[in-house]
């Protein structure tokens, strides 16, 4: 009798045609005797759809083929269920991706995906929701939203909605954050609640991350002018400088004096002005290059 593995498609992010993803993973699982399932999501019931194919094909694995929004469905459809989830990156930015040094071929991923050992990665809950990557208030969050407009995807569309976003460019907000820290009270344009390093486009915004280790940081970024933002684009984050702060913590609350643009993993949630933050520690197994589960 063949195991089952189970593939989760988003046929619609970063507006790339999944078909050829599609057909190596057909073929990848035939040449391996595997049985596998095939899911299209939809936005409609997704998580509980995923769980009923979990209970029917009890899956070792799950193969996911999308982005973070994807991926982070993916897991909280996993909840307390042991399943290693592995990655064949098909988003906009794929930041996750970036952050567990994926290839670039699908044949490489594919081996990563069905063979490769994991590293048990923590998750962020915000005001209960789930983060397992990148979040955060302000500027890139504005951009976000501006992205989700606009007809343009992929990188490109991202450097255009950067450049839109900072020639709008709002005035800063003051933020009040607590925590087991001493309570920090500043002018801030951006806050990146991270459980990683990179965002998708490879820019390094929290360069001492690691995703298992039961911590998330803040990274907040007080300034944001040209040169500062041009240290952060060509990776040389200036965090000894008076401009960035990073603290690591387990849980955290933020206030702001204004509602400020708020997005998770790559996707828009509106504006806020009281984040609550907590870290769940060993949320997802992931398929990772390294058989060490080391991340470099």
Not at 28 to 34: D, G, I, P
Not at 54 to 63: G, N
Not at 165 to 173: C, G, Q, S
Request: proline share 4%.
């Amino acid at each position: 009798m063949k195991n089952n593995i189970l593939m989760v498609v988003n046929p619609v992010s970063g507006d790339i045609d999944k078909s050829e993803l599609v057909e190596a993973t057909t073929i990848f699982a035939e040449k391996e005797n595997l049985n596998l399932v095939i899911y299209n999501t939809s936005g409609v019931s997704d998580i509980v759809n995923i769980k009923v194919l979990y209970k029917t094909y009890k899956p070792k694995r799950i193969i996911v083929a999308g982005g973070d929004g994807t991926i982070k469905m993916v897991a909280e459809a996993m909840e307390k269920n042991d399943v290693i989830i592995g990655i064949l990156p098909a988003g906009s930015a794929n930041g996750l991706a970036v952050d567990l040094n994926l290839p670039s071929t699908i044949e490489e991923n594919l081996e990563i995906a069905f063979h490769n050992d994991y590293m048990e990665i923590d998750m962020i809950s915000i005001n209960g929701k789930k983060s397992i990557h990148l979040s955060d208030l302000g500027l890139n969050a504005e951009m976000i939203k501006n992205y989700e407009k606009s007809t343009i995807r992929g990188k490109w569309g991202y450097v255009l909605q950067t450049v839109s976003t900072l020639i709008d460019l709002e005035d800063p907000f003051t933020a009040t954050i607590t925590g087991d820290f001493s309570t920090i009270e500043c002018l801030a344009r951006m806050i990146v609640i991270a459980n990683s390093k990179k965002y998708g486009t490879g820019v390094s915004i929290n360069p001492n991350g690691v995703m298992n280790d039961g911590k998330f940081e803040l990274v907040i970024l007080k300034n944001l002018d040209l040169v500062v933002l041009g240290k952060i684009i060509t990776g040389n984050m200036p965090i000894d400088s008076e401009d960035i702060e990073i603290i690591s913590t387990d849980n955290a609350t933020i206030t702001t004096n204004v509602p400020v643009s708020f997005q998770i993993d790559g996707e828009y949630f509106g504006k806020e002005t009281k984040l609550n933050i907590e870290i769940l520690p060993k949320q997802m197994k992931v398929a990772i290059p390294n058989p060490n589960n080391e991340i470099i």
